[in-house]
């Protein structure tokens, strides 16, 4: 079956510390890949996305993402962390299987930011 | 546009109740999606319809769960009778039909059961 991966669950960072989130998945044809942020209290927000092209993949607030397609990864980072980044990040895989088929998300990684 | 629309924000309801939450799409998607969150499951997706049809209810957790899509600008997800352990954020998100869409989510309905 397919699934999504994310290896943290709770995370812990102080501010200015670099961040890495990771994600795995488990599909061998073709996909889109996501990385939705929730705030406290507020829905998904997506942060970035990959289609196509340049594996590396920038998205708002400063968050990348390196899609790595012999590893099924689509790893979250950004280099300096703010305490507004406390939130949880869901990463998410879409399939292509000849049609259109639904999101799959990961269980989620809770990140706190301490000042 | 206003993004996805979901009423209402926080339904407080007795065990036994019916409930009904209701989503308005983001104009021309064809896909709507409701999730049910929570902390011991997380992120669950219940149902999903294309063009008013419903083409997965594999995640709807039973009979008790129902849902509509009546016309592309609405859809309801019914819960009747409600029970505690149904209590829950529910969110509608919505995506366009093209090659590549992502998922635009609603804010939610905080759902408490007593």
């Known amino acids: 079956a397919q699934s999504v991966s994310q290896h943290n669950h709770h995370v812990i960072l102080s501010e200015a510390a670099s961040l890495e989130l990771g994600c795995n998945y488990s599909y061998g044809g073709t996909v889109n890949l996501f990385w939705y942020v929730q705030y406290p209290g507020q829905h998904l927000q997506l942060l970035l996305k990959y289609f196509s092209g340049d594996p590396l993949v920038k998205g708002i607030k400063g968050f990348e993402a390196e899609f790595i397609k012999s590893k099924f990864s689509f790893n979250l980072r950004k280099p300096s962390v703010q305490w507004s980044d406390t939130a949880e990040y869901f990463c998410a895989v879409k399939p292509f299987s000849g049609g259109y088929n639904k999101l799959i998300f990961g269980a989620g990684t809770r990140l706190a930011v301490h000042p | 546009d206003a993004g996805v629309i979901q009423s209402p924000r926080h339904e407080v309801t007795e065990m036994g109740q019916e409930v009904t939450l209701r989503c308005k799409p983001i104009s021309g998607h064809d896909y709507l999606f409701w999730y049910r969150q929570t902390m011991m499951r997380g992120l669950e997706l219940l149902i999903y319809f294309n063009n008013n049809v419903p083409i997965d209810d594999s995640g709807m957790p039973e009979d008790r769960f129902s849902a509509k899509m009546p016309n592309a600008s609405f859809s309801t997800l019914k819960i009747q009778p409600s029970e505690p352990r149904d209590s829950a954020v529910y969110f509608c998100?919505?995506?366009?039909?093209?090659?590549?869409?992502?998922?635009?989510f609603g804010p939610g309905t905080r759902l408490t059961v007593t």
């Open positions: 998100a919505s995506s366009c039909n093209r090659e590549h869409c992502e998922q635009y």
